[in-house]
């Protein structure tokens, strides 16, 4: 049987291999890697947020009595544990008057003071910053008077109130806008013990 030869023009084997071709490449398409394998981390090796809450600078903690103010002195852990939840009374914009909250505030802490004769308490007047420290000064006063107006008509005795006002000089805060004023429009209740061998 013969063999035969056949010979194909170059363009036509061309023409065959071009489908076959477009098959393999296709079309490009991205292809998204696989994602790496998660290895579980232990909890004590993460790192841990701070515990201790640190105040932004010229902002003290809602819980402490200004820089100027005193802090409570001479209580025992059962006093310093019966302390009210709250110690200051905040007043609107150019108000020296108490409103429903500052009274039920006020009634907390006269109810404290009964029952520890032994303690006395100083109210601290402040102010925010707008306004001449002279009208500040009168305006922290009238505010602290307020408040223990409240402290003796629920039973406190005058003898056990100190007042003092720092005007605009014991910031809390130092933006100037109303979220910060109204921190500062405020009476602070600090308390000291009367020691033994004290009058």
């Known amino acids: 049987m013969p063999l035969f030869r056949v010979r194909l023009p170059i363009m036509h084997i061309l023409w065959m291999l ?3 071709s477009l098959l ?3 079309c490009a398409q991205e292809v998204s890697p696989r994602p790496a394998a998660r290895i579980p981390v232990p909890a004590h090796a ?3 947020p701070p ?6 600078p010229g902002v003290q903690s809602e819980d402490l009595n200004g820089p100027l103010g005193g802090r409570n002195k001479y209580l025992s852990d059962a006093e310093l544990a019966a ?3 709250h110690l200051r009374v905040h007043f609107a914009t150019n108000s020296s008057q ?3 909250h500052g009274r039920h505030i006020a009634l907390d802490n006269a109810r404290f003071l009964l029952k520890f004769p032994h303690v006395n308490v100083r109210l601290e ?6 306004g001449t420290q002279e009208y500040n000064l009168a305006l922290g006063n009238r505010r602290a008077e307020s408040v ?3 402290l003796e008509a629920d039973g406190v005795s005058a003898r056990r109130i100190q007042m003092v006002s720092f005007g605009k000089d014991n910031l809390l805060c130092y933006a100037n806008d109303p979220k910060c004023w109204k921190r500062n429009r405020r009476v602070d209740f600090v308390y000291h013990a009367m020691l033994p061998n004290s009058n």
């Open 24 to 26: 393999l490449t296709g």
């Open 18 to 20: 071009l489908p076959a």
């Open 98 to 100: 108490v409103n429903v």
């Open 83 to 85: 302390l009210p939840t």
């Open 148 to 150: 223990a107006r409240l």
């Open 46 to 48: 993460l790192p841990q």
């Open 125 to 130: 007047g402040n102010c925010d910053q707008r």
């Open 51 to 56: 515990t201790q809450r640190y105040a932004a």
